[in-house]
């Protein structure tokens, strides 16, 4: 049986712990904040404000808490792909315990974003600043993971061809998107849709599953649905799961044109192509010297078994060759290398890679 786009009601970890292991491609975390009221909260007016009183944010203690975070944070692990990363947002009642969680259990933290409320609530009482903005980890799975999916480039193109900052400034839910029933918010902490529209296109393609471990009223999947990705949904309370339910099956299916919906093939992300294929397919030969970042005195020959071979006899990889001749401690042999066309100009080899990327079949 299928595990995508689905919503399964449980305990998370229980949930969680019956999916196949390395089966997700992204996790989107919104936990409870254990905000740890100890009073109602009232307006000037004196009109009391719909504050996060439910029963899912309330913990014994600290301890209690960790132990919590701990056990959902530990399944998510075992179900997330060794390509995967995973998000959690947070505020500060909270989320410095989450990161320090996220890394006893061996997450490597990529970033931290924070996500600046452009309408936030007020500080009735007037005792401490406004709250105007949450914090959100995103970690990779180790820290020798290697591939993980960043769409810097499209990410970059929604941003005016700048590049994306870590601070967002993004409307809290409201208006039409905000779900209510008689009159009344169905889930207190609604997370608006552009927020996790601008995680799903940076951190999956087309296609990707997305968990979702605290589904709540569904703002993940109906994104998902939107944009082409597949969701899973834990939730506890068979309120949310209706809401959810409902407002999915109101999005019509996504196009079946994937760039339509955020592919983008960036060098991270696309298909491994070793040095020697360019021999094999003819695109350089054995002999043929290659010059480094052009210069016509730092050159290196080509060998038929893909390494290249310096004046001195020195012998290794692109990349390795790179950095001696460069005086580099690390070099990418891809940027650095050039051969000569007939006519005198120097072609980085990186052209030729992505030549035979587009003209092999993935």
Same mark, same amino acid.
């Given at each position: 049986? %299928?595990?995508?786009? #689905? ?10 712990? %019956? ?7 992204? +996790?989107?975390?919104? $936990? ?5 009221? #100890? ?7 004196? /009109? ?28 998510? &692990?075992? =179900? ?12 500060? !009642?909270? +989320? ?45 799975? *180790? ?19 700048? #590049? ?13 998107? &905000?779900? !209510?029933?008689?009159? @009344?918010?169905?889930?207190? /902490? #609604?997370? $608006? ?10 951190? /999956?393609? $087309?296609?990707?599953? @997305? ?11 109906? @994104? ?26 109101? +999005?019509?299916?996504? !196009? ?6 955020? !592919?983008?093939?960036?060098? &991270?992300?696309? &298909? ?22 052009? %210069?016509? @005195?730092?050159?290196? /020959? ?8 310096? *004046?001195?006899?020195?012998?290794? %990889? ?32 990186? =052209? ?6 587009? *003209?092999? $079949?993935?």
């Amino acid at each position: 049986m %299928s595990i995508i786009d #689905q919503i399964y009601q449980g305990d998370c970890c229980k949930v969680i712990a %019956s999916l196949p292991a390395q089966s997700v491609d992204l +996790i989107f975390a919104d $936990p409870p904040y254990n905000l740890q009221l #100890q009073h109602e909260l009232r307006r000037p007016n004196m /009109t009391k404000v719909d504050a996060v009183d439910d029963d899912w944010d309330q913990f014994a203690s600290f301890e209690a808490y960790d132990q919590f975070t701990y056990a959902w944070l530990a399944a998510c &692990r075992r =179900v997330l792909k060794d390509t995967g990363t995973i998000w959690v947002i947070g505020s500060y !009642h909270n +989320i410095y315990r989450v990161g320090s969680i996220l890394q006893n259990l061996g997450y490597w933290f990529l970033n931290d974003v924070v996500w600046i409320k452009a309408n936030p609530m007020p500080n009735f009482r007037g005792v401490r600043f406004t709250n105007a903005h949450e914090t959100l980890l995103w970690c990779k799975k *180790s820290s020798d993971q290697k591939r993980y999916t960043f769409n810097y480039q499209l990410l970059k193109r929604m941003n005016d061809d700048k #590049q994306m900052r870590s601070d967002w400034e993004l409307p809290l839910c409201t208006g039409a998107e &905000r779900l !209510h029933a008689d009159g @009344v918010k169905v889930h207190a /902490t #609604q997370k $608006p849709e552009a927020l996790l529209y601008r995680i799903l296109l940076a951190s /999956t393609q $087309p296609g990707d599953i @997305v968990l979702d471990p605290f589904f709540g009223t569904g703002t993940t999947g109906a @994104v998902a649905k939107k944009l082409g990705r597949h969701f899973v949904g834990v939730e506890r309370e068979l309120a949310y799961i209706t809401a959810a339910q409902a407002r999915i099956a109101a +999005i019509e299916p996504a !196009h079946s044109d994937e760039e339509i919906y955020g !592919h983008d093939q960036s060098k &991270r992300t696309a &298909r491994r192509i070793p040095f020697a294929a360019l021999l094999e397919h003819g695109l350089l030969l054995p002999g043929q010297q290659l010059f480094f970042d052009q %210069s016509p @005195v730092k050159w290196a /020959t080509v060998l038929a078994d893909g390494s290249l071979r310096t *004046s001195d006899g020195e012998r290794g %990889s692109i990349h390795q060759i790179g950095a001696l001749v460069g005086a580099v401690p690390a070099c990418n042999g891809w940027e650095h290398w050039y051969y000569c066309e007939a006519d005198g100009r120097f072609i980085v080899i990186d =052209v030729l890679r992505d030549r035979l990327r587009s *003209s092999s $079949p993935t």
